[in-house]
């Protein structure tokens, strides 16, 4: 299950496979036993991305999702904001299962 996550790759009788969805259902199922599937977990997301991402990266994410966000209601689309994440710890240990985990 270590390798079961959103952006991960498995390989399954000779075939390698990249993992890029995962159903709601799927994604559901994933954070309520995140002790099993680890990119799920929250926690470590949020512990990967605090390292990865010191203040001024955080500031200036913040600052490009208020953009999308002028009557400023504390909210952007998911998409952007997935997006926006995923730029910037796109070198990092970050997964993209685990981008979608903060994001939800």
């Known amino acids: 299950s270590q390798d079961l996550y959103v952006g991960g790759r498995v390989m399954?009788?000779?075939h390698h496979f990249h993992i890029t969805y995962a159903d709601e259902f799927t994604l559901n199922y994933m954070e309520k036993n995140a002790y099993t599937f680890?990119?799920?977990n929250f926690n470590v997301a949020t512990d990967y991305a605090r390292q990865k991402l010191g203040h001024h990266d955080l500031a200036?994410?913040?600052q490009d999702l208020s953009r999308y966000d002028p009557e400023n209601t504390g909210y952007a689309p998911t998409t952007t904001v997935v997006a926006s994440l995923a730029t910037k710890l796109r070198e990092s240990e970050v997964s993209l299962?685990?981008?979608m985990t903060l994001c939800r």
Do not use: F, P, R, V
């Open 12 to 14: 399954l009788n000779g």
């Open 38 to 40: 680890a990119h799920a």
């Open 60 to 62: 200036a994410l913040a």
């Open 97 to 99: 299962q685990q981008i």
